[in-house]
């Protein structure tokens, strides 16, 4: 397989093409956006099993250059009473921190990498169609550049081009809750950083962390209706808040404050997921990310789990015979963890927990990191 095409710029896209580059594929990508995107999106966390697949792609010195790393958490109820902490993931490697950062930084920072390993990251390609032939794929752009190749990498997000061609059918759906997400430096600096608190609220589902510099970040999970494009395009800040600290103040803890503190850097998304069982690949096109496997933001695994895809899919295209062959072993890896990923989170969402229609369990931590380890097979 002579050369990889990759869709998308984000941080499933642009891992991928750092794994990759490192087992040797000439490949290059292709990203919507005009720039890096760094005003794309809000905060994320980067656990554990995401920082350990950055570190077996050599990117874990330019993320950990951004955000702060996350040592523990605490589980609040709607009386501010703590019903849990504990350490979060492997604390005493600081390879393997979680990490709290901005998602566009996160972008910026694997595409910056990406370049200084030399592998073209070309902005402003915005997809329109794709056609596969019996021995490439090529790609049309919307400013009327192409670009063929052996195998095309769809990591073009929950809106995906590529998946109209792969899953023409399958659309993302509500999974019950609208998600707003907030930056401020003006709310109360905690006692400690490197601690994030999840609240279980009356009405919303909250958590928050604060930067050693005192920058607050949080997210706030709130059942209801699905709002429509143009509600999300009209809404402001100042509507977000009003909506907000109202049903926040039904509880006794720090959140309705620290929203109300939040001055314009507020946005809201509708949590949504991707049907499990859909195609993920033809002959000559692949989903990874978002666009094969996007669930609700409930459990915080969006990015840990595709920066996982680039590196299970770089190990399978580069120790199986064939391609097809590569394809296979990885969706066979894949598959179980992130459908069961998808099926937990939308259950925490909808606020259901049944489970009689859930896929196999996924792998376990030693299982994880045999699939991750750039040295086995």
Same mark, same amino acid.
Not at 126 to 139: C, I, K, M, N, Y
Not at 242 to 259: H, M, Q, S
């Given at each position: ?33 005009? %720039? ?11 656990? !554990? ?22 040592? !523990? ?19 005493? %490697? ?21 370049? /200084? ?9 915005? #997809? ?7 021995? =490439? ?7 009327? +550049? ?9 990591? %073009? ?6 998946? /109209? ?18 930056? $401020? ?11 994030? $608190?999840?609240?279980?609220?009356? =009405? ?5 962390? =604060? =930067? ?7 997210? +706030? ?26 049903? #926040? ?17 507020? #946005? ?17 096109? #692949? ?21 996982? %895809? ?21 969706? $066979? ?45």
């Amino acid at each position: 397989m002579g050369r990889l095409l990759v869709i998308g710029g984000g941080a499933a896209g642009t891992a991928a093409a750092l794994a990759l580059h490192k087992a040797g594929f000439d490949v290059a990508v292709h990203e919507a956006h005009p %720039d890096a995107a760094e005003d794309i999106g809000a905060f994320l966390t980067l656990a !554990g099993n995401g920082m350990r697949a950055l570190a077996q792609i050599d990117a874990t010195a330019a993320v950990t250059a951004l955000g702060f790393p996350l040592t !523990g958490m605490r589980m609040l109820d709607g009386s501010g009473t703590e019903r849990a902490a504990r350490p979060l993931g492997e604390a005493e %490697d600081p390879a393997l921190r979680y990490r709290c950062l901005r998602r566009g930084d996160l972008n910026t920072a694997l595409q910056a990498e990406a370049a /200084r390993r030399g592998i073209p990251v070309r902005h402003g390609a915005r #997809l329109v169609s794709v056609d596969e032939g019996p021995d =490439s794929v090529t790609a049309h752009f919307a400013d009327g +550049a192409t670009a063929t190749a052996d195998l095309l990498i769809g990591a %073009d997000g929950l809106n995906s081009t590529v998946r /109209r061609t792969i899953a023409p059918t399958a659309r993302p759906r509500y999974a019950g809750e609208r998600v707003f997400y907030g930056r $401020t430096t003006d709310a109360p600096r905690p006692a400690a950083t490197g601690v994030i $608190t999840f609240i279980r609220g009356r =009405s919303v589902a909250f958590g928050h962390t =604060s =930067s050693p510099e005192g920058e607050t970040y949080w997210f +706030a999970r709130v059942a209801g209706d699905p709002l429509t494009p143009e509600e999300i395009a009209r809404g402001t800040a100042g509507r977000h808040r009003d909506l907000l600290v109202p049903l #926040l103040r039904e509880d006794a803890t720090p959140a309705a404050g620290i929203v109300a503190a939040t001055a314009d850097d507020i #946005l809201v998304t509708n949590a949504t997921e991707l049907p499990r069982g859909m195609p993920w690949r033809s002959a000559r096109c #692949l989903l990874i990310g978002d666009a094969a496997h996007a669930a609700s933001p409930a459990t915080g695994q969006g990015a840990s789990m595709a920066l996982e %895809d680039a590196v299970v899919l770089a190990k399978a295209l580069r120790d199986a015979p064939d391609p097809d062959t590569a394809l296979t072993t990885y969706e $066979t890896l894949r598959r179980p963890r992130v459908e069961h990923n998808i099926t937990v989170s939308g259950d925490i969402s909808r606020g259901t927990h049944t489970r009689a229609a859930a896929p196999a369990p996924r792998p376990g931590d030693e299982e994880l990191i045999a699939q991750l380890e750039w040295g086995g097979r």
